[in-house]
């Protein structure tokens, strides 16, 4: 009978000398424990070494998908701004084209300093014939009359 080595083992079933390594009887195909056993480890720790690049591979598809849809907020958020700066830059400009006058504010200001007096105490004396004359005259020159403080009031009064 041969020796068997260190290495090496003998089939209880078959008799064949097979290294040690080996879980089953390459011969027989009896499962030796303690190969069996070897090769289960072996095999697990292979799998854990895979699951754990998978886990890296999970968390970096995860940060990822998260910088992508990070960047596609910053894209809507940055076109939501845009349309709104649009928006109101429109608004802005239309507001200034409508009610743009090519009068100069200050002499307007100046203009009612001076005739709103005048219109005050023809108000006050209840002289409505000379004061419709004077509104109407201002209102045809582009005058600002409803900026005068009785014009409600005087307006009111003369649809009774």
């Given amino acids: 009978m041969n020796a068997v080595s260190e290495t090496e083992r003998m089939c209880p079933k078959c008799g064949a000398v097979y290294p040690k390594t080996e879980p089953k009887c390459p011969y027989c195909g009896y499962i030796h424990e303690e190969g069996a056993e070897r090769k289960f480890f072996h095999g697990l720790e292979r799998t854990r070494r895979t699951l754990d690049g998978v886990d890296d591979a999970a968390r970096q598809d995860y940060r990822a998908e998260i ?11 940055l076109i939501a701004a845009a349309i709104l700066a649009a928006v109101i830059g429109l608004f802005a400009f239309a507001e200034n084209r409508m009610f743009r006058d090519d009068r100069d504010y200050v002499q307007e200001m100046v203009w009612q300093h001076e ?25 045809a020159e582009s005058h600002d009359i409803w900026d005068w403080d009785h014009y409600d009031d005087y307006a009111e009064k003369r649809k009774e």
């Fill in 115 to 139: 005739h709103f007096p005048e219109l005050d105490r023809l108000y006050e004396e209840k002289n409505y014939e000379e004061l419709d004359a004077l509104l109407n005259k201002y209102s």
């Fill in 67 to 77: 910088r992508k849809n990070s960047r596609a907020v910053v894209k809507r958020v």
